[in-house]
């Protein structure tokens, strides 16, 4: 590894320390915090309940993260997969950048999240 490279990755261990101590700081305001999109409309949005399962499943609880929100395994694979994509690049290149290895996937994703929301509210 380059210097830069070193230097880039020192940079994300630290951010990625400061963004996990500021969610455990933050967990009880997160948890109280309600959907704005179901406050507003009254319905679900696709992630509604995504906090819970993300609780559930640090607790390693795998039916009952499912039971807050079906889907919360392809979202946060999702966001994991696009947070990843940039966390490289910005080690490779000094720039944070998502760059799909397939278009395809990302639309299929979107999508599928999509569907999710109008069907959770109207099926």
């Known amino acids: 590894m380059r210097t ?3 230097r880039r990755a020192a940079v994300v261990l630290c951010v990625g320390i400061a963004v996990a101590i500021l969610v455990v700081l933050l967990h009880r305001v ?14 679900l949005c696709p992630g509604c309940g995504n906090t819970g399962a993300a609780l559930a499943l640090l607790r390693g609880d795998i039916v ?36 799909t290895p397939c278009v395809a996937v990302d639309v299929v994703v979107l999508l599928v999240i999509l569907l999710w929301g109008i069907a959770r509210n109207f099926l």
């Open 64 to 99: 009952t993260a499912f039971r807050y929100n079906a889907l919360c395994f392809l979202e946060f694979a999702y966001i994991a997969w696009v947070l990843l994509s940039a966390v490289i690049s910005f080690v490779r290149n000094g720039r944070f950048q998502y760059r």
């Open 4 to 6: 830069n490279e070193k």
């Open 30 to 43: 997160l948890t109280a915090v309600p959907c704005p999109f179901r406050a507003v409309t009254g319905l």
